[in-house]
């Protein structure tokens, strides 16, 4: 099936520092990725769509400055969390929707996701 | 009112028990409906999806969609330990609006 991998899987930086996070697809290409933030003990909250060859979509109250989408090739996009600041920790998930086999459905493959912490 | 209710739980069955997870929503467009399941600090993993009303199976689990009510179930037979995540509902119209979740551990 669909594998979406996601890299780093955890990471800890200061405060005011940037941090890049990579999402892969790795069977499959994906003209389109979408990106999540997931605080604890709730539901993932989309914040931009990722689009290969344009701009991303970010959704209502998503900062594009802060949150830097780049959607290089058709299996790899990846977020830049810019000057980052403790409120800015979270688990952060990529996907891609997989067609394949789904007649219809955006059913989508999540990366593992990556925890960021920020001091 | 949010698109998507569910219920966070948590609920706490012992193994063996069969075990319902429902959603409600209120935006009649969606046509799609989808179940994930995430374990503790990883991504989210696809379970089941349905396409309008009906039941589907596969395995132990089953999903059950009732537009009419605007609501949907997953009912997990024989229930084991594994099956002890977070167990999140999907809805497509015009994009993908996930439930909260709901917490879920099945007690050896």
């Known amino acids: 099936g669909a594998v979406v991998s996601q890299h780093p899987s955890w990471v800890i930086c200061k405060s005011g520092t940037s941090v890049k996070i990579e999402c892969r697809s790795l069977?499959?290409?994906?003209?389109?990725m979408f990106w999540y933030r997931q605080f604890p003990k709730q539901s993932l909250m989309l914040m931009a769509t990722?689009?290969?060859?344009?701009?991303?979509?970010?959704e209502q109250g998503v900062e594009k400055d802060k949150f830097l989408i780049n959607h290089a090739s058709l299996t790899l996009s990846t977020l830049t969390v810019t000057s980052a600041h403790p409120e800015d920790s979270s688990f952060y998930i990529c996907?891609?929707?997989?067609?394949?086999?789904?007649?219809?459905?955006?059913?989508?493959?999540f990366g593992a996701g990556s925890r960021l912490t920020v001091l | 009112q949010k698109e998507v209710e569910q219920d966070p739980g948590p609920l706490s069955v012992p193994e063996g028990a069969i075990v319902s997870l429902n959603c409600t929503y209120s935006?009649?467009?969606?046509?799609?409906f989808m179940w994930y399941r995430q374990y503790s600090r990883k991504g989210p993993e696809l379970l089941m999806y349905?396409?309008?009303?009906g039941n589907k199976e596969d395995g132990r689990f089953t999903a059950q969609v009732d537009k009419s009510s605007k609501y949907i179930s997953l009912f997990i037979r024989d229930s084991q330990p594994s099956d002890s995540a977070t167990y999140l509902c999907?809805?497509?119209?015009?994009?993908?609006?996930f439930g909260s979740g709901t917490r879920l551990s099945i007690r050896p």
């Open positions: 935006n009649s467009a969606f046509q799609y």
């Open positions: 990722s689009n290969e060859g344009s701009k991303a979509t970010y």
């Open positions: 349905t396409y309008s009303s």
């Open positions: 069977d499959f290409q994906a003209t389109t």
């Open positions: 996907s891609a929707p997989d067609r394949g086999g789904n007649a219809g459905a955006n059913v989508l493959t």
């Open positions: 999907a809805m497509e119209g015009s994009k993908i609006i």
